[in-house]
């Protein structure tokens, strides 16, 4: 249990660290506040127009749902390999039940290969 | 009150550090005198029965400040190392051989304007570093940097090290998305996908070590590859080794695949609209993450702090000073001027041109130098965490090294490649290799 205490003890270090180097920051800069354009984006120099929270490729999304599904497996695949070695366990059924595993995901990776979604566009 | 700011903003950048630094500093010691004076003793009782925790603080304090002189002096290794790669002088004002520019450059960006545009989300728009830092400082945490020198020995630690640096998107995410800049969320969603992308093969590619292994706590991995050079891991997953190399220069952004900060494609990406301390600590975390990402090559794959031969840790040298008696102060009075004069006369009698009391300064120093080498060279054989640690230190800015190499030398790819070699090459070569070590396994034990 002190794991967890330990990575949430280093998170309000790192976090502390973080906010009192921009507060000191803010405590030695000279700061004003302009005209209008000093708040605009910066978009090679020209007013922007448009909205800018609008649409965007949807290859995106594929790619995060791509992400999901192999990241799941991988934490089964990370439990198999460490009791792979283990005492009393039997090799062959663990190398064959993971291979079927592996082999229906390849399968969805095949097929959304065959799709196109891997190619960017 | 407008008079006081005026005069606060006319001062020079030093002065602003001093004259704020100087209160804070003088009600901290005032405080730390007051607590001790009322509540000394029941601290102490505390603190010395649960010396975990004293442990735990100076560890997560010396990770915490040892990544700002990391990120320093891998600034300055880029700066200066691509300088001579492409013929130039580089950097050579500041410091010996401009060591400090990167300093200086880190000042810079403390005192500079912190601003934030008009249509941002402020809240998201200050989060976003902090996140980005975050994940890459909490992978510090499990890094075993010698010998008993580590945060946490956690028993998860390689799960616990993907997790949290896999929360690098979100950040990247978050800076893309509140900066209300199309370069900035276009440059986001870039760096996402990219991360995410290769963050498979990167997972993937060390299933094969993990059966050989048996575990994942980084420690235990360091010391199962303890003995001759051939025990590391590299020689028994060369493959892994390979994909998890590339894997983790797309996750550090570095060249060839800096697609996130393509400066000739969408300006900077997510950090276009950040500026001060908030853009500093983007690249803050960007130099660190290489320093991790090295170190993790070295602890996986390169036998951690194991020298590349059984080094006979520790030799206990019998010195006993006390047995000198009286000759020990008068050693202590002789021996160094003595040495600095044998030292400067080859500069006095070598070079005629050169006035006495220079040639003396010059053997100052290399007396100093000399005497710094000696102490290193006591502690390195006299513990062996102090050894442990220099070994993985120069294995880390070995990898470091061939990081910014790599800047010097390769161009970058384009993204319909960057992506396509991550789904169509490195994921399969990785399940591919999960699978002979799986097999081999399998052979061997049957």
Not at chain 2, 388 to 406: A, I, N
């Amino acid at each position: 249990m002190t794991n967890i205490w330990y990575i949430v003890g280093f998170l309000i270090a790192g976090i502390s660290f973080v906010f009192l180097t921009i507060g000191a920051s803010w405590l030695i800069t000279h700061r004003n506040r302009g005209d209008v354009h000093k708040g605009l984006p910066y978009e090679s120099g020209i007013d922007t127009y448009g909205d800018t929270h609008g649409r965007f490729g949807l290859s995106f999304y594929i790619y995060a749902l791509l992400f999901v599904a192999f990241d799941i497996e991988v934490i089964f695949i990370y439990l198999w390999a460490i009791i792979f070695r283990a005492d009393g366990v039997d090799i062959g059924a663990l190398f064959l039940a993971m291979f079927a595993f592996v082999g229906v995901l390849l399968l969805g990776l095949a097929y959304a290969w065959r799709k196109g979604v891997l190619a960017w566009r | 009150m407008t008079a006081m700011a005026r005069s606060f903003s006319r001062l020079t950048l030093g002065g602003k550090i001093l004259f704020t630094l100087g209160p804070i500093l003088f009600l901290l010691t005032i405080g730390l005198v007051l607590l001790i004076a009322i509540a000394g003793k029941p601290i102490v009782d505390f603190l010395a029965t649960n010396i975990w925790l004293v442990r735990f603080v100076v560890a997560a304090t010396a990770v915490l400040l040892m990544s700002v002189p990391t990120a320093f002096l891998i600034i300055y290794m880029e700066m200066k190392i691509i300088a001579l790669m492409n013929l130039r002088i580089g950097p050579d004002r500041v410091g010996p051989f401009g060591s400090l520019m990167s300093v200086i450059h880190g000042l810079k960006v403390l005192a500079k304007e912190d601003f934030s545009p008009t249509g941002a989300d402020r809240l998201v728009f200050t989060l976003a570093p902090v996140a980005v830092f975050m994940s890459t400082i909490m992978a510090l945490l499990v890094l075993p940097f010698a010998p008993g020198l580590f945060g946490a020995d956690m028993n998860i630690g390689l799960l616990y090290l993907f997790a949290v640096s896999g929360l690098s998107v979100v950040g990247l995410l978050m800076a893309g998305w509140s900066s209300f800049n199309k370069y900035s969320l276009l440059g986001g969603l870039r760096s996402a996908a990219q991360v995410i992308s290769y963050e498979i093969p990167l997972i993937l590619s060390v299933v094969g070590l993990l059966l050989l292994a048996g575990t994942m706590s980084l420690n235990q991995i360091v010391v199962k590859q303890g003995g001759w050079f051939w025990n590391w891991y590299v020689f028994q997953q060369p493959l892994g080794a390979l994909i998890f190399f590339i894997a983790a220069t797309a996750e550090a952004n570095r060249t060839p695949f800096d697609l996130t900060e393509a400066d000739s494609e969408i300006v900077a990406g997510f950090a276009t609209e950040y500026s001060g301390m908030r853009f500093g600590f983007f690249f803050f975390a960007e130099y660190v993450n290489v320093f991790v990402v090295s170190g993790l090559i070295v602890t996986l794959f390169f036998g951690g702090w194991n020298a590349p031969f059984p080094w006979p840790w520790p030799i206990t040298l019998n010195i006993d000073p006390g047995s000198l008696g009286l000759g020990l102060l008068f050693a202590i009075l002789i021996v160094p001027p003595l040495l600095i004069l044998a030292l400067a006369a080859p500069f006095y009698l070598g070079r005629s041109s050169m006035p006495w009391w220079q040639a003396l300064i010059i053997g100052f120093v290399l007396f100093n130098l000399l005497v710094i080498v000696a102490i290193t060279g006591w502690a390195f054989v006299s513990w062996n965490w102090v050894a442990g640690l220099m070994v993985f230190l120069g294995k880390s800015y070995l990898f470091v090294f061939t990081f910014v190499w790599m800047r010097g030398t390769l161009p970058r790819v384009r993204i319909d490649q960057l992506m396509g070699f991550a789904w169509k090459w490195l994921l399969p070569a990785s399940l591919l290799n999960l699978f002979v070590t799986a097999l081999a396994l399998v052979v061997v034990n049957k």
